[in-house]
């Protein structure tokens, strides 16, 4: 099918979840988790098709074994994609919410609610749990979504759509076309072109995908290119904790968006030594003279270097760094304000390892993402981030030309 | 200079105003105020230049005399935009609120805290008074600014900004290059690349050039391109209330883009020949098959559909409409809250002149333009929609690794 008609559907299937009852969502949610749940081995057989083809490539060197890797759904990945739905089911309705009520005059009511965003876009590689988070976080907030996966999992993709699918028909006053899935290649090129129709584009993928996406459309984009995130050991640093908190930001996970990747220190922090030596026990590797200041090692390899104050080091942030999140080690809390304060992250820490920076942390129950924006969302993104308002306004045959004439003035009342 | 240069010095005039006091800003604010005021001749001499310019463009049928009109300033202009200025001054701080406090843990504090975007690039034409304006909503909201503004009014825009930065150099405290104003053509497409630098464009202006500006660039932009409003006028309105509703929404200024352009009645109206009639006498041109449904007429005009039912009308508004205001005329509220439910539009109005929707009348106290954007800011923007938010989390050494081997648990305690 061209990809507009696909476009104009989804558009259609916007208005019609827009909404859609919670009672209806949830119990499409659970549905979909009940039937993954039985559908599980098919599930299993569809990809292991798909890791057939991907070990004849890794063998010839064609495909990178990390790919594999996220490839590959195992019983862990499988039970954490089922309960994800689950969860999803339980939070609060995003929609609906009365953000404020204003009476701007007698019987002349003002409401900003929220509302979905209408039709997502979303562009992915290998990871095909992506489709069933992605797609209930879209039914929980009632936006349609156009899916276009990785050619690698291809038939793990088509399995699980089938399957969400086949779900969402039995579920009375779901509409259609709510989630779809484009194939092709070329869906990538259309998809970025069509700001007629869709709303946001969410990317999942490399950095490089991420990047590519953000130059080629005018449609928004909700997500992080990069993740240069920095810890600034400052003077008064507690040289434990500086360690601790070194390498759980490092080696917890060093492939995260969130994992360190600049150790900046003070000159006159005296344990330097003693904090890189043991940073060098723990087996990470230290580059005092990096290519550049914006690698993103996803290894467990730090950039360092050292700064005569706090200024330099904040500057060196704002002028490297990914807008992603940096942390200072202090004991000096004025330091610590001037920091958060100045440093223009989305997370801005003060003696916490960066790896906090996720929205089941934060709290949000779901997360759609990590965005370095500086418009709609930043920072981990829950289901609100999925969602915009509109204004109702209700009134009783009230004219503006009463106001401008002066015979009736507004008020402006808080309702709540 | 080169626009790159000018762009970093924006970047980092940003960086600089980002944490700045409010007693500051409103310092400066009310100064540029003062030094407006003081030198009034100076700006009417100015104008005085472009208006001699244009003058002959006019006479020439080069320009049109609605940008002549919108070009000159007389003292009511001036009058408002020095008081626009102030009354900014008066506003509420919108960064550093604190949107949520919360318990991650014991001793881990996350908040959400507003803080400004950035550099904000502005494009707009003949109108020499956004310069002001917009630089007052940038400095209350302490972003940056980069403005290009129309070569008709080039003397005009140099002289108000070379008052307002000489008022600034006056504030003790006030960072340079704040507000800059580019001049060259060229410069627009520039500023429409430098998506390094420029975190939101704000075009002022005509629907050819908010378009020509949306399709251009990958950087947000706040605006909208067109307004085609709507007026339903259900099977159970009130014929007085119809005609009174729709006569304001479009003849009280119908060159605003939150004029009604479409009047849709539904087919069983009883007094729908009447409320045709009322309209012709009032002198509102109605036509009933205009060349395609979604004119702007900006003027006494209106496209006139009649529609079967409620779905019908809401149909032909999603289809047709721009997402801007649109209203239902009706006294079965079951039907209000249906229109106001489905219609995806910014402002969705029961009963209500199309004319309310303006940030002013919304009671924001200032307004940075109307938005049809899906994401980030929709509807009347005031200061608010100026600001985005960081997340600041403090602790005293805690890792994710404790959390991730269930050595410790969160608990999300709100505590605001």
Known sequence: MDFTEIAKKSKKASLDIAGLDTGVKNR???????????????????????LDSAQILVNEGKLAKSTF?????????????????????????????????????????????????GVLGIIFEARPDVISQISSLAIKSSNAVILKGGKESINTNKKIMEIINSALG??????????????????????????????????????????????????PVL??????????V????????????????????????????????????????????????????????????????????????????????????NTFGSGHTDCIITNDSENAQKFMNN????????????????GFRYGFGAEVGISTNKTHARGPVGLEGLTIYKYKLTGSGQIVDDYSKGI????????S
């Open 343 to 358: 440093v223009d992250s989305s997370g801005v820490y003060h003696n916490v390892s960066t790896r906090f920076a996720d």
């Open 28 to 50: 499409a949610l659970n549905t979909i988790a009940d039937e993954l749940e039985s559908k599980r081995s098919e599930i299993f057989d569809a990809n292991k098709i798909d």
């Open 170 to 219: 039995k579920v009375g006053d779901f509409p259609q076309n709510v989630i779809q899935q484009v194939f092709s290649h070329d869906d990538i090129a259309q998809m970025l072109k069509c700001d007629e129709y869709i709303n946001l584009i969410i990317p999942r993928g490399s950095n490089k995908l991420v990047k590519y996406i953000k130059e080629n459309t005018n449609i």
């Open 234 to 317: 400052d003077k008064s640093a507690d040289i434990d904790m500086a360690v601790k908190l070194v390498v759980d930001s490092k080696t917890q996970y060093p492939s995260a968006c969130n994992s360190v990747e600049t150790l900046l220190i003070h000159n006159d922090f005296e344990k330097k030594n003693e904090l890189l030596a043991a940073l060098q026990l723990e087996e990470i590797k230290l580059i005092p003279k990096p290519d550049d200041w914006s690698t993103e090692y996803g290894d467990k390899i730090l950039s360092v270097k050292f700064v005569e104050n706090i200024n330099q080091a904040i500057e060196h942030i």
């Open 408 to 415: 009736k003035q507004f008020h402006h009342k808080d309702l």
């Open 223 to 232: 997500g992080h290119a990069s993740g240069i995130c920095h810890i600034f």
């Open 69 to 117: 890797n996220r490839l590959k759904l195992d019983e862990n990945k499988m039970r954490d994609m089922i309960q994800g739905v689950r969860d999803i089911a339980k939070l609060d309705d995003p929609v609906g919410k009365i953000l404020f009520k204003r009476e701007l005059d007698e019987g002349l009511v003002l409401s900003k609610v929220s509302c979905p965003i």
